[in-house]
């Protein structure tokens, strides 16, 4: 007897937010669903019948496909124009909603969508980012694991244990949401003001700031860094975008900011904060990645 369409849908929401914690973006997400249900189509009804758990077929199907999509991904954004940052979810989107209701083990709710630690993931290596996302995240054992990258199940094992320590390395020091939260709001007060000096000192002294136009708009095509250059940059942006509205907002990072102009999305600002300082300003232009900005 072949699973229901209405079962089948029910697991949607989980394989959007598998897509896209391993993808970065909505689209490539979407992609990675619309081709793990070709799939199911595609088995025989004596196939899809000998399969007793669809939805765990499903999650492994999706996870193949999505390690696939990991490689020819890596040489599309070595053509990309400036840098490549993950799409970033607005904290109320339907999306968002349904990526909250994933289940979660080594991370944090909010942290497992977040633009922080979506950053880290694109440094691993894909097989170790499937093994980190289908473990850490969703709960999958290491034997079915194997079944989709490939390899042995110690060898997921083994995967998932680099990756965590590599996560944990590069977010050592990572501030708590009430911390990242009141140093955002220093943030914006010292931008509003024009206030280089206010603006420094939330500053890490070797902060960061990426900015993804992706060849649509303007963006800065390389990261800025130190405080001092950030700092300018970020009260130079008024004087290039002088209509712009700036409203706090929800994201999975914590408080950051919604720009528009004339109504429609402008740009998505978040932050990274460790040590007490903001270390990352991540700015998206991207006006394909601001679709869920509305």
Known sequence: MTEPIETLERERSQLMGLGYRMLGTVADAEDAVQETYARWYRLSDAERAAIDNPGAWL???????????????RARRERY????????LPGTSAFAASVA????????LDDSVSTALLVVLEALSPAERVAFVLHDVFGLPFAEIAETVGRSPDACRQLASQARRHIRERREGAASREAHDALAQAFAVACAQGDLGALIS?????????????????????????ADRVG????????????????????????????????????????????GRISD?????????????G
């Open 59 to 73: 999650m492994r199907v999706a996870g193949r496909i999505c390690l696939d999509m990991l490689g020819s991904a």
């Open 81 to 88: 124009v400036g840098e490549w940052l993950p799409e970033p």
């Open 101 to 108: 209701a994933d289940p979660l083990e080594q991370v944090t």
């Open 202 to 226: 939330v500053l890490d002294p070797d902060v960061v700031l990426h900015s993804d136009g992706g060849g649509f708009v303007s963006a800065a095509r390389r990261p800025v860094r130190g």
């Open 232 to 275: 300018r940059f970020l009260l130079g942006i008024p004087r290039l975008a002088p209509g712009a509205q700036v409203a706090p907002t929800l994201t999975p990072d914590g408080l950051g900011f919604f720009v528009t102009m004339d109504g429609a999305a402008h740009s998505v600002i978040t932050l990274g904060v460790r040590e």
């Open 281 to 293: 300003v991540w700015i998206m232009r991207n006006p394909e990645k601001l679709t869920l900005w």
